[in-house]
């Protein structure tokens, strides 16, 4: 089966800068979460969408972070504006319920 | 390409020695346990998992230990190779939630 894709690859941006992040899940994948991963540490949960319903958004700064998952498949994650240290890797996965999750090769944003 | 981690506990081990990296989780709620590979520049990978009613799983050159009376979790890695040079990270789901919990990470580096 194809993987979650994930784009862009890289992407870097100046401070207050607005930047969006866009996945595709693997199909028949309901999950899809959004994880942050500074450099050095390991993958956190920012929000977990369930078909097309938040599940979970307690880490996602929501003055500056929104993610939308529409039509329940692709989703997108923006942040506006953005501060330097939202700096790190942005990492989607897709999971059917309560198995193992399937990770993208993510995006690597870079505030400048 | 991107580093995952510059600044994580490292093992260093010799092409062919068994490997074994550690690490201790947090809820005593947990009850699934999953250990990923991150290469440079790549999502996480799914290695193992195991569930909390085991205290050991095997896979291929992979065994995974848990201890739940000390919260710990260990992956042993049998005759390690080149290709095994990553980040490792632990990670823990609680019964009542999709929500994946990653550990810090080790940097597994093999030389010849």
């Known amino acids: 089966e194809a993987g979650v894709a994930q784009s862009p690859r890289y992407k870097i941006i100046e401070k207050r800068q607005s930047v969006a992040f866009w996945c595709n899940p693997i199909?028949?994948?309901?999950?899809l979460y959004w994880y942050q991963q500074i450099l050095g540490q390991g993958p956190k949960l920012l929000i977990q969408?369930?078909?097309?319903?938040?599940?979970?958004d307690s880490q996602l700064p929501k003055d500056r972070f929104s993610a939308e998952r529409l039509k329940g498949v692709d989703s997108t994650l923006k942040i506006q504006p953005a501060k330097l240290e939202d700096s790190a890797v942005y990492l989607c996965?897709?999971?059917?319920?309560?198995?193992?999750?399937?990770f993208g090769s993510g995006t690597r944003l870079t505030v400048v | 390409g991107e580093s995952v981690g510059l600044h994580l506990p490292t093992l260093s081990v010799q092409e062919g020695d068994n490997s074994i990296i550690n690490c201790a989780y947090s809820?005593?709620?947990?009850?699934?346990f999953i250990w990923y590979k991150q290469e440079s520049g790549k999502g996480p990978q799914f290695i193992i998992d195991?569930?909390?009613?085991?205290d050991k799983r095997q896979g291929q050159r992979v065994t995974v230990l848990l201890n739940k009376t000390v919260k710990h979790l260990s992956l042993q890695i049998a005759a390690t190779q080149p290709g095994d040079s990553a980040v490792y990270f632990c990670?823990?789901?609680?019964?009542?939630?999709?929500?994946?919990?990653f550990g810090t990470g080790t940097r597994l580096q093999v030389f010849p």
């Open positions: 996965a897709s999971s059917r319920q309560g198995q193992g999750y399937t």
């Open positions: 199909s028949g994948h309901a999950t």
């Open positions: 969408f369930q078909n097309n319903g938040v599940v979970d």
């Open positions: 809820n005593s709620a947990s009850d699934y």
């Open positions: 195991i569930r909390s009613n085991m």
């Open positions: 990670a823990e789901k609680s019964y009542n939630t999709d929500k994946l919990i």
